[in-house]
Nanobody
């Protein structure tokens, strides 16, 4: 599956952005979807994950209450709504797809648990 992320940009602290990730090439509803982020010199960090049919969502503690993940299977798109942004949210954000055989529940925060990755979109939050 090919993933194309978009929606990044420059925003002031306290502002909002919505990232989108469009999938193509495979049946989107067969994939659990995740968002990760990475800053230079650091490991890729789990942000959020949503189940194939939006039945379950998982959050990193750092974004709980501020970020929301959703998906539209009819549009083969997963979204990351980011509110109350902070300078420490500055990173390149990546969407990722976990397809069959699916990663075990204990591994969903690990980038190795995902099979396909988008190209990344830069989010910069100014103070």
């Amino acid at each position: 599956v090919q993933l194309q992320a978009s929606g990044g940009g420059l925003v002031q602290a306290g502002g909002s952005l919505r990232l989108s990730c469009v999938a193509s090439g495979r049946t989107f509803s067969n994939y659990h979807m995740g968002w990760f982020r990475q800053t230079p010199g650091k490991a890729r960090e789990f942000v959020m994950r949503i189940g194939r049919n939006s039945g379950s969502t998982y959050y990193a503690d750092s974004v709980k209450g501020r970020f929301t993940i959703s998906r539209d299977n009819a549009k083969s798109t997963v979204y990351l709504q980011m509110n109350s942004l902070r300078p420490e949210d500055t990173a390149t954000y990546y969407c990722a797809a976990d397809g069959p055989p699916y990663t075990i529940n204990s591994n969903y925060r690990n980038p190795d648990g995902y099979d396909y990755w988008g190209q990344g979109t830069q989010v910069t939050v100014s103070s």
